[in-house]
């Protein structure tokens, strides 16, 4: 709801409405409508998984209550949704804080399937609506539980949390895009050429009309790339933010529980090293390759023929800035494990884990390139990117929430993402660094089978 509106917003769909014998309200009702069907759909079909394939067991008594639950929460969340789009200045703003908030959320509720959580989180998230619309849930299908299922504190919250955001969205909501900053750019020196009249010397026109070296170009693509990429908000989130939050929290949670047990490589390690994985995949899979698909949407692509930057140094570029990223937030968790967890790595196998997280990036780069040649556009990208990673996170089991069964190790075992995490953690294993040639030889099997096939479809020119 705050993705599509802020957007909507932003490429001058809101402002339009008002054109149109469709009154604002009636926009605003319909989006909202929607969302609240698509809502109810998803439940429906997770009920129906559950009852099909888990036994679950429908109470029939607590049906009202939790009719009336489910339809209040889900107003509740629409309404927020509506809150942040008036308070976001952008579509990609209202997207991360959005989905940052529902992730970090489900997580301090236990909606992620943590069980009990510790007292600060718990008091945490009582105060937000999503634990007590879980917590009662969780009552209305107990098969075990007495009584209607009515939970007043839940509504209450929920009801509280609806009012208050029907009274942000009434003050912030704008039908107008919001007028973009000005920053002041600065390019460098610029290099003109010499002229009538030029006082510059022939020497300094000689180098002003030399074009620049491959090594230089390779250099402000990837200081550019980077710079791009640390303004873009869901990226900055996604890929950094949210790996380093999820590798404190896990090892918040589940530290004492791990302590002293004989695990190889040690499972702090391990959380570290699925956080490291989890942000190579993000970066490498999902928003390097959509930056390439909209510089190709918008054809900028195309345009490249007709300047010094060869396609392929500007595609180096974008790998080195992703690497650059991937690197610096394996450092962030790395440090913060060192100094609030005891964490304990293998210095010597530092150089081993760099290169094992080369190789990973290289080969989740090659397979997003591959998703931006096949598929038609940028947000087409970003949407299976995640939907893929998301998924492939839990089969490789980078966040460590528990002993996975057999079949689905299995499966995580055919993907590059679960050998990159383990091959950074016996890197890094304090009992002494080992190299697993199994990884290394899955990784390298993806990295040729895609990157050949991305070589071969990709396109510079946007789709007709």
């Given at each position: 709801m705050a993705s599509s509106l802020a957007d909507a917003r932003e490429r001058?769909?809101?402002?339009?409405?008002?054109?149109?014998?469709?009154?604002?309200?009636?926009?605003?009702?319909?989006?909202i409508g929607a969302a609240v069907l698509l809502a109810l759909g998803s439940l429906t079909l997770m009920l129906v998984v559950g009852v099909v394939v888990y036994d679950v067991q429908i109470q029939w008594q607590t049906m009202?209550?939790?009719?009336?639950?489910?339809?209040?929460?889900?107003?509740?969340?629409?309404?927020?949704?509506?809150?942040?789009?008036?308070?976001?200045?952008?579509?990609?703003?209202?997207?991360?804080?959005?989905?940052?908030?529902?992730?970090l959320l489900s997580w301090v509720s236990g909606v992620m399937g943590y069980g009990d959580m510790p007292t600060w989180a718990d008091r945490i998230a009582q105060a937000f609506p999503?634990?007590?619309?879980?917590?009662?849930?969780?009552?209305?299908?107990?098969?075990?539980?007495?009584?209607?299922?009515?939970?007043?504190?839940?509504?209450?919250?929920?009801?509280?949390?609806t009012a208050g955001a029907v009274a942000v969205a009434a003050l912030t909501f704008r039908w107008e895009p919001v007028p973009a900053r000005r920053h002041q750019i600065h390019a460098g020196p610029v290099q003109a050429t010499a002229g009538a009249?030029?006082?510059?010397?022939?020497?300094?026109?000689?180098?002003?009309?030399?074009?620049?070296?491959?090594?230089a170009l390779l250099s402000d693509q990837a200081r550019w790339a980077t710079r791009s990429s640390l303004h873009d908000t869901g990226w900055v989130f996604f890929a950094i933010a949210f790996p380093l939050a999820q590798y404190l929290f896990n090892a918040a949670v589940t530290g004492d529980?791990?302590?002293?047990?004989?695990?190889?490589?040690?499972?702090?390690?391990?959380?570290?090293?699925?956080?490291?994985?989890?942000?190579?995949?993000?970066?490498?899979?999902?928003f390097?390759?959509?930056?390439?698909?909209?510089?190709?949407?918008?054809?900028?692509?195309?345009?490249?023929?007709?300047?010094?930057?060869?396609?392929?140094?500007?595609?180096?570029?974008?790998?080195?800035?992703?690497?650059?990223?991937?690197?610096?937030t394996a450092v962030l968790i790395l440090?913060?494990?060192?100094?609030?967890?005891?964490?304990?790595?293998?210095?010597?196998?530092?150089?081993?884990?760099?290169?094992?997280?080369?190789?990973?990036?290289?080969?989740?780069?090659?397979?997003?390139?591959?998703?931006?040649?096949?598929?038609?556009?940028?947000?087409?990208?970003?949407?299976?990117?995640?939907?893929?990673?998301?998924?492939?996170?839990?089969?490789?089991?980078?966040?460590?929430?528990?002993?996975?069964?057999?079949?689905?190790?299995?499966?995580?075992?055919?993907?590059?993402?679960?050998?990159?995490?383990?091959?950074?953690?016996y890197a890094l294993d304090p009992a002494g660094p080992t190299v697993s040639w199994a990884a290394v030889a899955v990784m390298t099997a993806w990295l040729l089978v895609t990157g050949l096939l991305a070589a071969r479809l990709f396109r510079r020119s946007p789709r007709d």
């Open positions: 001058g769909v809101l402002k339009r409405v008002h054109g149109t014998p469709v009154p604002g309200w009636v926009y605003l009702a319909g989006r009202p209550a939790t009719a009336v639950t489910v339809l209040a929460a889900v107003a509740s969340f629409a309404a927020v949704g509506v809150a942040v789009a008036g308070l976001a200045r952008s579509g990609s703003v209202a997207e991360a804080a959005s989905i940052a908030t529902a992730v999503l634990k007590p619309f879980n917590d009662a849930l969780g009552e209305q299908f107990d098969p075990f539980a007495t009584g209607n299922g009515w939970d007043p504190g839940a509504l209450a919250v929920i009801g509280a949390w009249g030029s006082s510059r010397t022939p020497r300094v026109a000689a180098e002003a009309a030399r074009r620049p070296t491959r090594f529980a791990t302590a002293g047990t004989d695990v190889t490589p040690p499972i702090g390690l391990q959380a570290a090293t699925g956080m490291i994985a989890w942000g190579t995949i993000v970066t490498a899979m999902v390097m390759p959509d930056a390439i698909a909209r510089a190709r949407d918008q054809e900028i692509l195309k345009r490249l023929a007709g300047t010094p930057l060869h396609i392929g140094i500007y595609f180096a570029g974008r790998f080195v800035s992703a690497l650059l990223l991937v690197l610096a440090v913060a494990g060192m100094l609030w967890f005891d964490l304990e790595v293998a210095w010597d196998g530092i150089a081993l884990a760099v290169g094992m997280l080369g190789i990973g990036t290289a080969t989740l780069a090659a397979c997003g390139l591959l998703l931006a040649s096949v598929l038609p556009s940028s947000k087409a990208v970003t949407a299976v990117g995640l939907g893929l990673a998301i998924p492939l996170a839990f089969f490789s089991d980078v966040f460590v929430i528990g002993v996975l069964p057999e079949w689905m190790s299995t499966v995580g075992s055919f993907f590059p993402l679960k050998h990159l995490a383990s091959s950074m953690a």
